[in-house]
């Protein structure tokens, strides 16, 4: 096939482009939506990828008018449902179609596409690497049709949010607008896939529940058996995996893509590559209004914040960003994991009527300029935790509370960074220690790791569940054992807190700790965690240690992240911890408090403490890890204060 060039890469040909087939079946669409099913479209190497297509009709029969056309890319099936469409109204989630009718009903064509090797399109699906290309040339595509004006808008939660920003960053001409939710990866060595060079094991269970659902495992009934066979539970307890041993063997594709993640631990060309580093295309971006959108449970806080900060400084059109109190996706219920933050916790009733309402008035506000549309959104729109009264709410979780704040910019501009020192007594305090030598430690145990409970996680079912926790072991948790311990009682658990506040404290912005470490290994893992421990109370005697966010960092990557550093045996390091940015209200009588390990098992893989390649840790051994706080070796956690 030939392809005319334009700059940014090719554009197809329409007339050369097209073929269409019918596939699974659909609803019947109402008589004021057109729907043309599988329409194959063609990429510039060939492989035809499936797209449903929604145009207003009038007794059945499509409308002519060209309209700007929204464009959806998902490996969810495109006729398929996510459990986060749902309103605050309505618990029952709406399909994609049903919300393809809504979009249409609001003066626009709709476009959904399976993504390459899913569903209905052809192809082989490697997660990530390609949906730059594939998108760049699906938007052309679309902008060449005749019920399209010339402008394609792009939306989609996820992964549906990674294949927007990889388009963007190749710059399709007719690309008009953006609302990105909880993804699009600024960096996801940094934040996603890997974090502080540890690997995020999200990958693995996504891995495995999506390789059941590929064409290639539906069309095989052998490999979905074996697939099916597999105690996902029990494979978590057996790391590393391998080739051809892992609960991935009967789909290599999927295995593959999962070791090459977790092995490559080094950022170099494999993590630069379109699709999971938006960071290196900040300049060539597509400069087009834009929403960032996370939240505070989710792992994608990360890349919402950093697009923003990196783009909003170098484009002319308007770059916003959202973080509400949610879990991945569900922004329209009040509460994550044991916490509730109250009925303004929802974006429906604080954004908009509803998160379709929000996105058509923000696509309205740009693609519709005759109809005098105003922008929806401030800058800056982030939802502060706290405030509630602590009490257990009728469905038994923890009313933490909190409210909706329009910023212009990200931090806050009140928040001033405020170093909390660390003491050798537990405490945690503004004022510098000032003994000579003081420290702590503990035995990091790579057969008996710090559980994970709750925090920014997406897709960890069946071992991991995201959200805001009594840090506290139970049955219920992968990885935790009788006698069931509060995680600070924990041995590999460094607790430090403040007294209980006298005054309420706002900390807003990204958290970072800056410790001084030692270890007699040559590798080893720091982790850091913020709590907000809320006062005994009638409800909770104990009180609730609730976690706000986490860190890590793997020592062998403490001065860069290209080149391993192995630690000396007792000598003394500095390292620098970055963790999820948070925003929270502490309220007097409460204190703020830090955890220190070296796991934090299932979220990120187990660190064997040895120098073994990443992956490859068959040879565990315990490690003797310290944490200094003395006048030459100030360890202290960084807050951002906010003062009004």
């Known amino acids: 096939m030939q392809a005319a060039v334009r700059s940014g890469g090719p554009v197809l040909n329409p007339a050369l482009s097209i073929d269409r087939h019918e596939g699974h079946s659909a609803c019947q669409p109402p008589d004021d939506v057109h729907v043309t099913r599988d329409v194959m479209v063609t990429m510039r190497d060939g492989v035809r990828l499936a797209i449903d297509i929604y145009r207003p009709a009038i007794a059945g029969e499509p409308t002519h008018a060209p309209l700007p056309v929204l464009l959806e890319r998902t490996p969810y099936d495109k006729r398929g449902t996510n459990h986060g469409d749902r309103t605050r109204d309505d618990p029952i989630p709406k399909s994609k179609p049903d919300l393809a009718v809504q979009f249409v009903r609001g003066g626009y064509v709709v476009a959904i596409q399976d993504c390459r090797g899913r569903y209905a399109s052809e192809g082989v699906f490697e997660k990530y690497l390609g949906e730059g290309a594939d998108g760049y040339d699906t938007i052309a595509w679309l902008a060449a049709q005749p019920w399209c004006d010339g402008r394609v808008a792009t939306y989609g939660l996820s992964y549906g949010a990674h294949v927007q920003s990889a388009a963007a960053c190749l710059a399709p001409p007719a690309l008009a607008a953006m609302f990105l939710d909880s993804g699009g990866f600024s960096s996801a060595y940094h934040s996603g896939i890997r974090q502080g060079g540890a690997f995020e094991l999200k990958q693995a269970t996504w891995a495995y529940k999506h390789a059941l659902l590929s064409p290639e495992t539906q069309r095989d009934p052998a490999r979905l058996a074996a697939l099916e066979a597999q105690d996902l539970k029990a494979w978590f307890t057996r790391m590393p995996w391998m080739e051809g041993h892992s609960p991935l063997s009967a789909a290599p594709e999927y295995e593959k893509y999962l070791l090459d993640q977790w092995r490559t631990g080094l950022f170099g060309p494999y993590w630069t590559q379109t699709g999971v580093y938006a960071r290196g295309a900040y300049d060539t971006y597509a400069d087009v209004p834009m929403v960032h959108m996370s939240s505070w449970y989710d792992p994608y806080a990360v890349t919402a914040t950093e697009n923003f900060l990196g ?334």
């Open 311 to 644: 783009l909003s400084g170098r484009k002319r059109s308007p770059v916003k960003l959202i973080l509400g109190p949610w879990t991945h996706g569900q922004r329209s219920v009040t509460h994550a994991g044991d916490v509730d933050f109250g009925p303004e916790a929802t974006l429906d009733g604080a954004l908009a009527k509803d998160y379709v309402a929000l996105r058509l008035a923000w696509f309205d506000a740009w693609l519709k300029p005759d109809q005098h549309a105003k922008d929806p959104l401030p800058p800056v729109k982030l939802f502060v935790m706290g405030g509630g009264s602590g009490r257990k709410t009728p469905e038994g979780r923890l009313d933490h509370g909190g409210h909706w704040r329009d910023e212009t910019a990200w931090p806050p501009q009140g928040a001033r960074v405020t170093d909390f020192f660390l003491s050798a007594t537990g405490g945690l305090s503004t004022a510098r220690e000032v003994v000579d030598e003081a420290f702590l430690e503990y035995v990091h145990d790579p057969l008996n790791p710090v559980p994970t409970i709750g925090g920014a996680i997406a897709s960890g079912a069946p071992v991991m569940e995201p959200g805001a926790f009594d840090q506290r072991e139970g049955p219920h948790i992968f990885g935790c054992l009788p006698p069931y311990r509060a995680l600070r009682d924990r041995e590999d658990v460094l607790v430090f807190e403040t007294p209980p506040l006298e005054t309420d404290v706002e900390v807003i912005g990204p958290i970072r700790a800056r410790l001084f470490v030692s270890s007699d290994g040559v590798d080893t893992d720091f982790t850091v965690k913020l709590i907000d421990v809320h006062p005994p109370s009638e409800d909770y005697p104990d009180g609730f240690a609730m976690n706000l966010t986490h860190g890590i960092l793997r020592a062998r990557y403490r001065e860069r992240f290209d080149w391993e550093t192995w630690m000396t045996p007792g000598e003394v390091c500095f390292i620098e911890i970055e963790a999820f940015p948070t925003a929270n209200r502490f309220l007097k009588g409460h204190r703020i408090r830090l955890d220190i390990s070296s796991s934090n098992f299932p979220h990120f893989d187990i660190n064997p403490n040895t120098d073994e390649p990443e992956g490859y840790g068959f040879t565990p051994r315990r490690a003797k890890n310290r944490v200094y706080m003395d006048a030459q070796r100030p360890s202290r956690l960084l807050l951002p204060i906010v003062t009004r």
